[in-house]
């Protein structure tokens, strides 16, 4: 049986008033409108919901057991607008993405941390992946939104661009490219060379020196940004790497690797159609303090 809630409503301030005056004075109807609206209901019911005499109003066996449900049914609409408007003002709720080791394990503590200043209501989900499981973790709606590159092939995906990314070499302070603004891919090609495996990252390396009709050695490949870091300071080749993932506090010299340059685009991924919630947008729009100084797009 569907009833009003406009009428239930009626009926509550009836009910807790034990005046129909009172009701219609609450409630800004007239007092028939009020009468006839209850009058109404119990016939949908089929049961008397008030004893009327010219003094008062009592409710019913039926009477009370409907105003016991209706309070606890317009305290559960009450509470879930209340959630309603609080997470449309960012106060509450649930926010889920998934960032690229990259950009995670540089860029994105500051930001956690400022959203959480200005947002402490927020529970927050990061997913560190590389860019084709965050791709996938995008297209399945297992995340709000991905931070990484740009996908090659969007396809039903869209990109948001956030800023341009130099692939870096990183080479020690006493070798002789450190004191250059660049080194072309065809001088990297003839050192021992340390890269990421398994990524974009790579598979853009790897074109631009077939193009080049180079095949240099790729002697190590790794998995962790810190790691190859860490063998590329002890001696073992040269790092190459994105820029934004150069730890600060390295004594190694990154160097843009130019003739050609090589770059990547970090956007914010979404499906395309996808209206990100309020907390998720809000999200993103503090996201342009992940360009590193003079990287953003179009600088």
């Given amino acids: 049986m569907k009833i009003n809630f406009k009428v239930l409503s009626t009926f509550l301030a009836v009910a807790e008033n034990a005046s129909f005056r009172k009701a219609a004075e609450q409630t800004h109807l007239s007092l028939p409108a009020v009468s006839m609206q209850i009058k109404q209901l119990e016939e949908r019911l089929g049961v008397a919901l008030f004893q009327r005499t010219t003094r008062k109003v009592e409710l019913t066996r039926e009477g009370e057991e409907l105003m016991i449900s209706t309070r606890k049914a317009m305290a559960e609409l009450d509470a879930s607008l209340a959630r309603i408007q609080k997470a449309a003002e960012a106060q509450q709720g649930h926010l889920s993405f998934a960032c690229v080791p990259t950009i995670a394990g540089t860029r994105l503590p500051a930001l956690l941390v400022e959203f959480a200043r200005r947002y402490p209501g927020i529970s927050v989900r990061v997913r560190e992946l590389a860019q084709p499981d965050l791709l996938e973790a995008v297209r ?8 990484g590159p740009a996908p090659d092939r969007p396809g039903e995906l869209d990109a948001q661009a956030l800023f341009d990314d130099d692939y870096v070499a990183l080479v020690p302070a006493a070798h002789p490219a450190a004191a250059k603004a660049g080194i072309t891919l065809r001088e990297l090609a003839k050192l021992p060379l340390l890269t990421l495996g398994a990524s974009q990252f ?10 080049e009709d180079l095949a240099p050695e790729l002697h190590y490949e790794f998995t962790h940004v810190s790691t190859m870091v860490a063998m590329a300071e002890a001696g073992l080749g040269v790092g190459v790497m994105p820029a934004v993932a150069v730890p600060p506090g ?6 843009r690797i130019v003739r050609p340059v090589m770059t990547r685009t ?5 499906i395309r159609g996808h209206t990100l919630s309020p907390s998720a947008a809000r999200f993103v729009d503090m996201c342009g303090v992940l360009a590193p100084p003079r990287a953003k797009k179009g600088t």
Wanted: no cysteine.
């Fill in 202 to 211: 790579e598979r853009h390396l790897l074109t631009a020196l077939r193009e």
């Fill in 250 to 255: 390295t004594a190694l010299k990154a160097v």
């Fill in 266 to 270: 970090i956007a914010i991924i979404t």
């Fill in 140 to 147: 399945r709606r297992d995340v709000d939104f991905g931070i």
